[in-house]
């Protein structure tokens, strides 16, 4: 066990030397490297977690790092006094004790590269971008939704530094029905847990003895941030304690986040021809490896392969949104020319320190391949080039390219709509009351991002019934109503009576 630690761990350091630079700006993950706990030993941890814990213990004996030599003690023993230490484990050294929350800087020890490529990609604003609240709109306004109207937080404080009478602006407060939780702050947090923060992440919050809140974890989403600087949850994608790649690189490692009626991806997927592909010929595909030769490790390529393998020459990353030329969940789709996203790093820079604005940021919308949309488009013809001509490929982006200029104007006659609108004073306080602003939001939200998204990946289904048939219906009912509430306030003369004496305009949910 001893000699192929040393191997394994000599790869590593290798890796680790190549890309410390910017990983060195966390203290805590330098501390971290340079620690050597004294007197403890793997088969300790398991005398009493072999009992304890066999589920856990089993998946890490299945896994490469126990035959690596790596275990318990690689990830979960820290210095006394680091910032997730859990100070009141019933076995602890002189210098040593064991930590609950494992994050990336625990990772970034061995596996520095992967990490990096991770700060730099969209997904390591998952956690923080909604939760940033001053200076940022946006994250001001996902916060409030989570919170404020499908939690009802109703007098809390505050979050994240925005006043909880700020947060309360604008939800009805003329029935008891809008008032599911109002008094307790801690019921509505404990809610919100159950939602957005297990697919995107959260602030991991641990108690004086380093014991995680229930409000914060367990948590696999995307991206948390946790108290040493770390960002991510590399077991979102590899769970733990197999830590497997070959896990990673099916599609089902996606697609427990990436489905529904705001990014059908896993639906999108499946309903290509590589996904019928995919279902019908398991027999070609090889997940053990991440090497992509047709008809040997695959016949036609799943998520992984287009977001992050490296086939045909190219890197293989863990940034995935490299190879996106567009940005496609964004009410308006823009081109990805900011470079590398900034979310992860401000938060890993700032060593684990939570300052709204600061350490907690929005990130980089336009994050995608540092040397511009071109050179994204360009990888991701690189992967279809495997298995396709140039004809086809060139044929297929002008059709994607197409639907996105297509859903960019219905967006501006929505937009100019809304805009008018809101001068007029005809849009209601609580805007999830308003029929005009609940198609709105459908429009770009749930079936602008199907449209766009489905003629991106080549599901027809999506990109029509689902997508742009969706969304000419939402313009059409978002223009009667805009016609209505117009005519009415030339009738009375005021917005106010416009919006008290309009009938109930009930909106079909577009599934
Ligand atoms: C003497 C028995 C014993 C030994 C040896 C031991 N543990 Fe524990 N461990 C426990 C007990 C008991 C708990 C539950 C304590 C609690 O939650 O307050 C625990 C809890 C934990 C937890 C937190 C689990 C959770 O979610 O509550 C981790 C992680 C952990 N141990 C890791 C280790 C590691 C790593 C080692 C080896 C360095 C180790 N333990 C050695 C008994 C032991
Ligand atoms: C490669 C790193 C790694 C190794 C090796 C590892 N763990 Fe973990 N462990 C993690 C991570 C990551 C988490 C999740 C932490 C989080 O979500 O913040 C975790 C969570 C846990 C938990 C709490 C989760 C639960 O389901 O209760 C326990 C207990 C635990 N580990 C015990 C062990 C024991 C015992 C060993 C040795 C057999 C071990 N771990 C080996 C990384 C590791
Ligand atoms: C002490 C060093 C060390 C630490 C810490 C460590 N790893 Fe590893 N990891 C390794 C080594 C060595 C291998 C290579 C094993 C092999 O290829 O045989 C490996 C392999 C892997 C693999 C590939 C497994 C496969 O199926 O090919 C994944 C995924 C992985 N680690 C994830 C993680 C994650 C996530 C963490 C943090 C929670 C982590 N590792 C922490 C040393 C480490
Ligand atoms: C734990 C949930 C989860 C899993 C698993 C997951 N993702 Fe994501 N993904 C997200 C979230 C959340 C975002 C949105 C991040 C943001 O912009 O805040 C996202 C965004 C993305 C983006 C867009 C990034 C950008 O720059 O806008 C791509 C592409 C992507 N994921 C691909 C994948 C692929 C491929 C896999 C599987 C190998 C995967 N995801 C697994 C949650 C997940
Ligand atoms: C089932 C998993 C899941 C849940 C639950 C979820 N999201 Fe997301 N979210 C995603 C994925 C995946 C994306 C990326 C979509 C894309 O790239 O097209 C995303 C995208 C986003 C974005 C746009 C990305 C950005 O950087 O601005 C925001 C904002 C967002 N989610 C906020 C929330 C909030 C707030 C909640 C809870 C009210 C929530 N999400 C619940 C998976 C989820
Ligand atoms: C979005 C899903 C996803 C997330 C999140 C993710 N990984 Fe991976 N990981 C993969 C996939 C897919 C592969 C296989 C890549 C390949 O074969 O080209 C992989 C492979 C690896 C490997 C093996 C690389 C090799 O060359 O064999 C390591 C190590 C690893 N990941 C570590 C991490 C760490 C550390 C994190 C957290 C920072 C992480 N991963 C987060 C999907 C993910
Ligand atoms: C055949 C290659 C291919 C496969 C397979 C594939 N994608 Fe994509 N994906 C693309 C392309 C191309 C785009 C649009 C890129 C651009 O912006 O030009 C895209 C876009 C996306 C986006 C939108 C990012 C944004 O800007 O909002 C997400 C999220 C995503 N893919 C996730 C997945 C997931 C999850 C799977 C598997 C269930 C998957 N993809 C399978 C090629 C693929
Ligand atoms: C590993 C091989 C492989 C890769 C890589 C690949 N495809 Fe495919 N693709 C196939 C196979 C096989 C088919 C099925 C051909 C058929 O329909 O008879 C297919 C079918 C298609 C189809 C539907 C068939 C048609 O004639 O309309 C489209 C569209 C398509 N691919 C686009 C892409 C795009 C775009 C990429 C890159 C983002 C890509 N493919 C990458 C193997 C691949």
Redesign the pocket.
Known sequence: MKKTLTAGLSVAAIASAAFAGNLDSNPNYVKLKNFHPKGVSNSQCLMCHKTMDPGIVADWEHSKHAKAGVGCVQCHVVPKDYPTAFKTHPYQGANWTVQIAVSSVTCAKCHAKEVKEFLNS?HA??GV??LAGNGSK?GYL??K??YNY?SLKGNNPSLNGVSGAKMDKGIRTDGSVYNAEQKTPRIANLNVAN??I???GTTIKLNKNGVPDATTWPNDGMASVYPDGGVSSCTACHSRHTFSAAEARQPAACE?????P??P?KEIFESSVHGHIFETNQQYYNFSTGKQIPDKTLRAPTCFTCHMSGINGLHATHNVSLRLKWN??APKSFLRTGGHETAGWAFWNGGGKIINGKTITR?N?KAGNPNGPEAARAQMEKVCATCHEVTFIKNYFQRVDAAVNVYNQYRAFANKMMKNLKAKGLIRADVWSDPFFKLYYYLWHHEG?RFR?GAAMGSPDYAHWHGVFEVMQDIREMNDIYNYRMRMLKKYGSAKKVLENEPPMPVVTHE
Request: glycine share 10%; proline share 0%.
């Open positions: 969209g604003r998952a971008q909604w946006h996902m916060s939704l989570a499908e939602t957005c297990q697919c995107h427990n986040c990436h489905l529904g705001d990014h991806d496609l969940w990130g919308a991002r998204q």
